[in-house]
Structures are given as C-alpha cells and as structure tokens.
C-alpha cells in the first residue's frame, strides 16, 4: 500500500479483548469500549464477539453505538444541547449528567425520548494522579463533575447511577488508592444508587498492569456494596499495542548541527497526543534519546519532523543504527488508539489509510482517503 498508513492485528486485538473479557466474567463487571480512544467501526464484529456495549460522548459517536455496534450506549458528555437531547436519548442505555442543572433541565426530555433510560451524574472526588493536567479530570477548577458538597442528601428520584472518572493510562495501584477518595465522598449516598461506573484510563492489557490486584479491587467493593453494578469503559485498553502507523522519509535536512528526517506523516495531523501530552513514540529499530548526541552527524540521530507547515511539527531524538535514506520506511509503534480519532487534515496533508491484518495474515485495506474527502469537509 502506499503510505501513510494506519494498520491494526487482527490477533493482537483478539488477545486484548479476550484479557479484557476474562476479567469482566471473573469480577462480575461490565466492561465497555469507549470510542474517545477507538472508534474503527469496521472492527466492530470482532468486538461483538467479546462485548456488548460501548460508551459514547456526543450524538455522532451515540447514534454510532447504536446503529453500527448494534447497541444503546452509555452517554456522557460535559454538556447536552437542547436540540440534540431527545436524539442522543434515543441511542441511550445509560446518560450520565455533568452537573444538577443540566440534569434538571433535560432529564425529563430526556426521559419522554427514551422511557428505559437509566439517568447518572458525574462526581468529582477531588483527586487523580493524572501528571498532565491536559489529561487530568479533577484538576482544581476542573469543569467535569458535581463534588460532594454539592449534591444534596437525597439524590433526585430519576437519579441511579454515579459515573467517575479520574485515570489516564494508569495502574490497578492508582485505582487502589483513587477508590479510598471515591468511597470516602460518596459512599453515603450509595444506598440511593444502582451502578457506578469508574470511567476509563484502566490500562489493564499494558505488559506490567497488576490483574490480580484490579480483580482484588473489583471483587472487594463488590463485597462491600453487592448491589451495585459496577461499569469500567477504557478506551487505550482495548487497543493498545494492536497496530502501527506506517511512514516514508521523503528528505533530510540539516540545520545548526541537527539533522531532521522529514516524514510524510505529521505529528500534529496524525498523532497529536504526541504534542499534547507529550510523549516520544517507539520506532521500531531506533532508540530514543532524551537529549541529544553532541555528534548527531556522526551517531545516526535524527529529530523527526511531520509534513505540515507548524514550525512544532517535529520530536526528537532518535538513534538509529544507520545513516538514515530518502525513501525508507519507519514505523511508529502502537498507534492505533487516540489517533484515528483525533487525526485532521490541516494544510491539506495527506490523510494514512486504514488497513487491518487479518488472523491469516492477509491485509484488507478499510479506507484510502483521496481529495474529495479533505474537500468535504470544507462544504
């Protein structure tokens, strides 16, 4: 295929949903896929093979759950629009509000929409241990969730759930001690309630994730409040480490001792959380450096800059173990969640196509973008 391309492993996935599942089953919880982090839905028979439902933050990705997955979604978003209420309800299982007033503006609408619905809120416990505040969900000043000293004793009749979500790639440890705060802010009014969902950030697939400690966890709250069902919707889980984006270097240039290898991939375009967050992707067959070699012409190191017109459209450095040729392929590892969702098409640039390698080896190609597509979007 010509590049960029995106491609995901069809086994690779597979592993992960069926890790993913083996814990659901063993702690009797509901785990969703949030399409925040993936939302390939020509995969989507794969993931029905392992689950069955699927968490949405707008119209666009609800109406996506319910009409492609095949299912109602768990709803959240930080604000629902009057003329999206009764639509959004409509693709609903679950619609969990960002704060009292939009819930007491919209339930009711809601509710005439979609008679089964099952209203939550979303709480603050006041603490995550989210390094980056881009990412963190209880920073101070935070605009998502209601805090305990605003919830009055008596939740709304309508009200039976709580949605909390306070992770970002992390660890059962950062869970251990994130559900101390959850239960000491809330736990009074859990009577009141029957589910919990603790949103998504549970990096559970990740090689050193601690599985026996996250069953512990599960299967101990369980124990102590048997009558909530309790939800968890990661999103990088289910595709961490499926797939790789796909790139061609198309020149070299040199400048105050630093050699760039221009790419026809583009950071801010394609893997924005890379900027964002930030963080230095793998590439295979290459070593990255914190800092740089003072003799980068002569150790193979190399910054790696996208093809747009942003002077940022760049990360570094790289060693790699030759000196580095127009036209050769580099691969960017682990690329398939909080990517796809988040590419654009600034300046114009080429969009990576979609491809998915199947469990018998052969590649089928989902989607290639062409010009009518970067046009359309301008309509």
Known sequence: MKTPYYIIDENKLRRNLQLITTVAKETDVEIILAFKAFALWKTFPIFREYIHATTASSLNEARMGYEYFGSPCHTYSPAYTDHEIEDIA????????????????????????????????????????????????????????????????????????????????????????????????????????????????????RSDYDIPLLKQLLNDFHSRYPHLKIILEPGSAFAWQTGELVAHVVDIVENKNIRTAILDVSFTCHMPDCLEMPYTPEVRGAEILDTPHPSPLTTHLYRLGGNSCLSGDFMGYWRFDHELQIGEELIFEDMIHYTTVKTNMFNGIQHPSIAIRHADGTVELLREYSFEDYLHRMD
């Open 90 to 205: 409509r693709c609903s299982s679950h619609l969990t509000f960002n704060s009292l007033s939009q819930f007491s503006r919209l339930a009711e609408r809601a509710k005439q929409a979609n008679r089964q619905l099952s209203f939550g809120l979303r709480v603050n416990p006041e603490y995550s241990e989210v390094g980056t505040d881009i990412y963190n969900p209880c920073a101070p000043g935070t605009r998502f969730g209601v805090t305990d000293d605003q919830l009055p004793d008596q939740l709304p009749a309508l009200v039976e759930g709580f949605h909390c979500h306070c992770h970002c790639e992390s660890g059962s440890d950062v869970f251990q001690r994130t559900l101390q705060h959850i239960e000491r802010h809330f736990s009074r009014w859990f009577p009141q309630i029957k589910w919990i969902n603790f949103g998504g950030g549970h990096l559970m697939t």
